[in-house]
């Protein structure tokens, strides 16, 4: 079922750019050279010649590991350290309008829960059909549209959207420089790019991390890359965007009760009497920490945001 003809004009061919009109189950761009399946859930799949090489594993991949991602999220020490990732970002973007916006890797609409109401019209791309039907039984009102497409070929169109959100993707993607430049150019003139992710500048993590990635069943290392500071910056500017932030957070906290998709050990923590209360002494202790100025960069996530220069003003 397909009820978001709303929301059409946001969206193009990504082969030719053309507008795409709906007709008899499937979207179809203005030449008639390009058609794209929309599934029986409503989901439009942006397959086929759009999709990289590096976007085909992580779709094998995702629609794998999807049940253990989703569960890993349930457990109560996750959610309970997440909530203190998701208040520091939240607090950020507490005085933004936002309009039109897109999360990128979305899985089940992470960030779109998080904003609730404030989104006028919401669009979620993501490779793995699993993950995109979970979000779309999270979101089923019209002004939200999941989108089965790659993140370096967006089906969506130049200068359109206020914000463009990716929590835990930009480091499922190696062609990051093609990533900045699609986000840049969907973005209006002064729309801003949030992003959340693992960041490995400090060596104790990337040392630990290489081995993790390695080896886990639930990573597939050779598509996810933790980003850096001095690799993602660079690149951000390359695309025309001023980075205005990028804050790290999360140490040893972070490590115990987070992951545990990945540190099988992590979910027989659920078991523990107080549990919470226990995660909530961690995440004080990675607060004080993380402002000794030696170990600023040092967390193991990054909130960041760059801006698309309004080159009017
Ligand atoms: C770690 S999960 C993050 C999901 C969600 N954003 C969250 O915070 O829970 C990464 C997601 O990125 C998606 N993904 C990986 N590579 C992608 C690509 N090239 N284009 C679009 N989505 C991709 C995966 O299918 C998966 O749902």
């Known amino acids: 079922m397909f009820n978001q003809n709303e929301l059409i004009k946001y969206l193009m061919c990504p082969q030719t750019g053309e507008d795409l009109i709906y007709q008899s189950g499937k979207l179809q761009n203005s030449s008639a050279s390009n058609s794209y399946e929309v599934n029986k859930v409503g989901i439009p799949l942006f397959v086929g010649q759009s999709f990289s090489q590096d976007a085909k594993t992580q779709e094998a991949h995702y629609d794998k590991v999807a049940d253990d991602y989703i569960a890993n999220i349930g457990y109560p020490h996750t959610q309970e350290y997440m909530r203190y990732l998701d208040l520091a970002f939240l607090e950020l973007i507490e005085n933004e309008e936002i ?78 420089q093609q990533l900045f430049n699609e986000i840049y150019r969907i973005l209006q003139p002064g729309g801003k790019f949030y992003w959340r992710e693992p ?45 205005g932030l990028w804050k790290t957070l999360g140490l040893l906290g972070f ?57 009017k003003s």
């Open 255 to 311: 490590c115990f009760f987070m992951n545990s998709d990945v540190l099988v050990f992590n979910r027989l923590f659920r078991f523990i009497p107080g549990i919470r209360k226990i995660t909530r002494f961690f995440i004080a202790m990675d607060k004080l920490m993380i402002k000794i100025p030696l170990l600023k960069r040092a967390g193991l996530q990054v909130i960041g945001c760059a801006e698309k220069i309004d080159v």
């Open 199 to 243: 960041v490995s500048d400090f060596f104790v993590w990337k040392w630990i991390r290489a081995v993790i990635y390695r080896f886990s069943p639930n990573l597939d290392h050779t598509t996810e890359r933790p980003l850096t500071y001095e690799e993602t910056v660079p690149l951000l500017h390359k695309s025309g965007f001023k980075c």
């Open 99 to 176: 309009h039109s916006a897109v999360e990128i890797c979305c899985g089940k609409g992470e960030v779109f829960s998080l904003l609730g109401n404030r989104v006028a019209n919401g669009f979620g791309v993501d490779v793995s059909t699993r993950m995109l039907s979970e979000a779309k039984k999270n979101f089923p009102n019209s002004n939200y549209l999941f989108l089965q497409a790659d993140a370096i070929k967006l089906p969506l169109k130049n200068n359109t959207f206020s914000h463009v959100f990716m929590f835990g993707g930009i480091h499922h993607v190696n062609n990051r």
